[in-house]
């Protein structure tokens, strides 16, 4: 099921096993389940950035840390664009706004495949200048009714990039993970990781990169993405909020660019105007 808000992925099964977290029908995303993170994913310090000599001031939406967070679309409804047996686009347009001013057309398409889902974002510039853009999405990973804080997430990646501790932005530097807490390729408990932290240059096979999680039984559920997505977070909470109270959750979040993309340029996505640029992920149960 994919919400109209946010466009979110809200509940994906296969042959009756959960995959992803999911939230009640007409509720707020809790933590952001699911959503588009566009056009930029994670935090932007202070809500400010400089583009072509101009100084932009977005809205602070982040307001414990000061930062704006997430893009611009994660309240927004989006509008049915095409839809069949297995698959549905959803669409959704930025306008040129306080702190963004460019005009995006937008759009992502669920596909259901045998053991999962494929997704492919695609963005398009409809103004007459270059946009800086940049793409993530939020779900929450599961492997059925396993407790989550009994599953192990691995993120194959040996690169951590450093935040600060109180409002969570790069510090500009990224280290080896060899020997820290960071290191999670080969897979760390949820319930022994506190985390909300990003990894880059991760081990690429056959054109894409695969994290996930993996339960007790040898069940796993991955989450891959190809080569435009060369940024990964993982967020661990113990308070995603259920029917009956909280659970343990985790976010494995593939990011094209990591936080506060627009201030350091990395990962960053130009689009000239009447360009477009598209990637593509997804999510499968193995036994």
């Known amino acids: 099921m994919i919400a109209e808000v946010g466009a979110a992925l809200r509940v994906l099964q296969v042959d009756g096993t959960d995959l992803v977290q999911s939230y009640p029908d007409h509720a707020r995303p809790p933590f952001c389940s699911g959503i588009v993170l566009a056009p930029w994913p994670n935090r932007i310090r202070d809500g400010i950035w400089e583009h072509g000599g101009v100084t932009h001031q977005l809205d602070i939406t982040e307001v414990d840390r000061e930062n704006a967070i997430h893009g611009l679309l994660q309240h927004s ?6 839809r069949d047996d297995v698959s549905v686009t959803l669409a959704a347009d930025v306008h040129p706004q306080r702190g963004y001013p460019f005009a995006l057309e937008t759009s992502v398409r669920y596909e259901l495949t045998g053991s999962g889902v494929r997704v492919t974002h695609l963005i398009r510039n409809v103004g007459s200048a ?88 040898g069940r796993r559920t991955e989450i891959w993405a190809d080569g435009e997505f060369t940024y990964w977070q993982v967020f661990v ?38 360009s477009e640029w598209s990637g593509t992920w997804g999510i499968d149960l193995h036994d």
Request: proline fraction near 11%; avoid cysteine.
């Open 77 to 82: 409804p989006y509008r049915l664009a095409e």
């Open 130 to 217: 270059d946009a800086p853009v940049a793409v993530g999405t939020h779900p929450f990973l599961r492997v059925g009714d396993v407790p989550t804080e009994d599953l192990e997430v691995v993120i194959d990646a040996p690169t951590h990039i450093e935040v600060d501790p109180v409002r969570l932005n790069p510090t500009g530097v990224q280290a080896p993970v060899d020997g820290t807490r960071f290191d999670l390729r080969q897979g760390v408990r949820v319930r022994d990781a506190q985390l909300d932290d990003a990894w880059a240059d991760a081990r690429v096979v056959d054109g894409v990169t695969r994290h996930g999680v993996q339960a007790p039984d």
């Open 237 to 274: 909470t113990p308070w995603y909020p259920v029917a009956d109270g909280h659970v343990w959750a985790v976010a494995v979040e593939p990011m094209t660019a990591p936080a506060d993309a627009f201030n350091s340029g990395d990962g960053l996505i130009t689009l000239a105007p009447g």
